[in-house]
């Protein structure tokens, strides 16, 4: 069994910054892509950050500049860096994994959410 934990949510004011850990645990042989989600109140999950295996990036356009995805292929731990945080940014973040497991079958999971709340 495979199990992604979300760390590193919390409450911040505007312009500061958080952040978030993600560490992936069980039956793993390796990690391809890993992603960071958000769900706001009332709105559809969005993808917020990709990062593939070799360190390619690709960030949701309002967090560019601001938000860094990194990863530990050691660790099995995906990283999300957020600076001048907004209120806008205010939401559940989720991380993602396509794990390949010993039984060789390559999945995809979710983690359980951190909150991460924006305001003054």
């Known amino acids: 069994q495979v199990q992604l934990v979300e760390s590193g949510g919390g409450l911040v004011q505007p312009g500061g910054s958080l952040r978030l850990s993600c560490v992936a645990s069980g039956s793993i042989v390796s990690i391809n892509g890993m992603d960071w989600y958000r769900q706001g109140p009332g709105q559809a999950r969005e993808l917020v950050a990709h990062i593939g295996r070799g360190g390619g990036t690709r960030y949701l356009d309002s967090v560019k500049g601001r938000f860094t995805i990194s990863r530990d292929n050691a660790k099995n731990t995906v990283y999300l860096q957020m600076n001048s945080l907004k209120p806008e940014d205010t939401a559940v973040y989720f991380c993602?994994?396509?794990?390949?497991?010993?039984?060789?079958?390559?999945?995809?999971?979710w983690g359980q959410g951190t909150q991460v709340t924006v305001s003054s």
């Open positions: 993602n994994g396509d794990v390949f497991d010993v039984r060789g079958m390559l999945r995809n999971y």
